[in-house]
C-alpha cells in the first residue's frame, strides 16, 4: 500500500456526462499529480498542484480542470465526456516540490460507453 | 525529460538470465531519472532512481546506468524471476514534470 487513496476504483458512465476523481495524498505529502494512462498514450501527465496551488500543467484538455484543497486531498473533474477519455487514472504524491520519488494510487478506471 | 523514448516495448527472458531495459531522453536539463514496475491491474512503483551526478547505482539485483553525454540511461535485472514479470517504465524528469517512457513488458519464462 503506497498511502495514496483513489476513489472510487470503478466508473462507468455515458457520453456526455461529467464526473469527479478523487485522491488523497500520503501523510505529509504536499504535491499532488494527476497522470492518465492509455494502452495507446501510456502514462501521460495532466497537472500538479503543491499545496493549494496549481505547479505544473501538462496535457490536460480544457474539458477537464482540477484543484487541491485545503487538507490537501484533490479531485480531478472530467466534464463533456468522450469515448476516448476512457482510461486509467492514477494519482501519485510526493513530499518535494518537484516531480521526483512520486507514489501512485490503485487508480480509477473511466469507461465512457 | 519532454520526449522519453523506451526499448524494447517487449522482452522475454529465460528465468535466470539477464534483462536490459535502454531509455533516451530530450531534455539536457533532466537531472533525475527514476524506474517504475506496474504488475498488472497494479499501481506503478518505484524500483529505483538515479540522479545525474551519479552514473551507475544498483540495488540488489537491479541496477540502473546513466551516461548523461549521449542522453540515455538503463535498467538491467540480474538473476530474472518470474515474479518480476510487468512492464517496466523509465522516466526522466525536466523542470516540471516527469515524463515517462511507452513502456517495456517483461515476460520471464519458467
Known amino acids: 500500500d503506497s498511502g495514496v487513496t483513489q476513489t472510487p476504483k470503478h466508473l462507468i458512465t455515458a457520453t456526455g456526462q461529467r464526473v469527479t476523481l478523487r485522491c488523497s495524498p500520503r501523510?505529509?505529502?504536499?504535491?499532488v499529480y494527476w497522470y492518465q494512462q492509455s494502452l495507446d498514450q501510456g502514462l501521460q501527465f495532466l497537472i500538479q498542484?503543491?499545496?493549494?496551488?496549481?505547479?505544473a500543467k501538462g496535457n490536460i484538455l480544457e474539458r477537464f480542470s482540477a484543484q487541491q484543497f485545503p487538507d490537501l486531498h484533490s479531485e480531478l473533474n472530467l466534464s463533456s465526456l468522450e469515448l476516448g477519455d476512457s482510461a486509467l487514472y492514477f494519482c501519485?504524491?510526493?513530499?518535494?516540490?518537484?516531480?521526483?520519488?512520486?507514489?501512485f494510487g490503485s487508480g480509477t478506471q473511466l469507461s465512457v460507453l | 525529460g519532454e520526449n522519453v523514448e523506451q526499448h524494447p516495448s517487449t522482452l522475454s527472458v529465460q528465468e535466470g538470465d539477464s534483462a536490459v531495459i535502454k531509455c533516451t531522453y530530450s531534455?539536457?536539463?533532466?537531472?533525475?531519472f527514476p524506474w517504475y514496475k506496474q504488475e498488472l491491474g497494479k499501481r506503478p512503483q518505484l524500483i529505483i532512481d538515479?540522479?545525474?551526478?551519479?552514473g551507475e547505482k544498483k540495488d540488489q539485483r537491479i541496477a540502473v546506468t546513466l551516461n548523461k553525454t549521449a542522453k540515455h540511461f538503463s535498467l538491467h535485472i540480474t538473476e530474472t524471476q518470474p515474479e518480476d514479470s510487468a512492464v517496466y517504465f523509465c522516466?526522466?524528469?525536466?523542470?516540471?514534470?516527469?515524463?515517462f517512457g511507452a513502456g517495456t513488458t517483461v515476460t520471464v519464462r519458467a
Open positions: 538515479i540522479r545525474s551526478n551519479v
Open positions: 501519485a504524491s510526493s513530499v518535494t516540490t518537484g516531480p521526483e520519488k512520486l507514489f
Open positions: 531534455d539536457s536539463a533532466s537531472n533525475y
Open positions: 501523510s505529509g505529502d504536499l504535491s
Open positions: 498542484y503543491y499545496n493549494g496551488e496549481e505547479r
Open positions: 522516466a526522466a524528469r525536466g523542470r516540471y514534470k516527469l515524463s
